[in-house]
């Protein structure tokens, strides 16, 4: 799958910060929710209407893989692709990376399964077309 890959700068905040002096790990799970919505944001750039309401989206799970601390000095990115497209559902990936020296270094990665959803009806729908073509 040729994913389109987005690149989400992220601004830690002192309040990220926790006693140990590194990033709270609860904060990484916030980062990759920014980053997705950055990412639709994104595909809404591309001419195509999102009617969240109708078709929408939601989280039906989360994981994330610490590899290294983030500081509050570290210069923060959050790449998001879609890592794997089924009928109703796809994967989104993400990797957190600062810049190290002019080297992108991951600090931790994660997976989210996103659920396409009509608030309306409260059911479950297919992913709509036309998204397939922008996110693949």
């Known amino acids: 799958m040729n994913s389109f890959k987005h690149k989400t700068p992220i601004q830690i905040r002192f309040k990220d910060i926790d006693k140990l002096g590194h990033v709270n790990n609860a904060n ?3 980062y990759f ?3 997705r919505v950055d990412y639709f ?3 809404a750039s591309k001419n195509i209407k999102i009617d969240w309401i109708n078709e929408g989206v939601i989280l039906a799970k ?6 290294q601390p983030i500081i509050l000095e570290d210069k923060v990115f959050v790449y998001t692709w879609v890592s794997k497209m089924g009928t109703k559902s796809f994967d989104m990936s993400c990797s957190i990376v600062k810049l190290e020296n002019g080297v992108e270094v991951e ?3 994660g ?6 959803f009509n608030y309306k009806t409260n059911q479950t729908i297919l992913i709509p077309e036309k998204w397939k073509a922008i996110m693949m």
Request: one cysteine or more; charged letters at 30%.
């Open 28 to 30: 990484h799970v916030t």
């Open 33 to 35: 929710e920014l980053a």
């Open 41 to 43: 944001d994104e595909l």
């Open 62 to 67: 989360i994981e994330m893989e610490y590899k």
């Open 107 to 109: 600090l931790a990665k």
């Open 111 to 116: 997976l989210a399964i996103i659920v396409c």
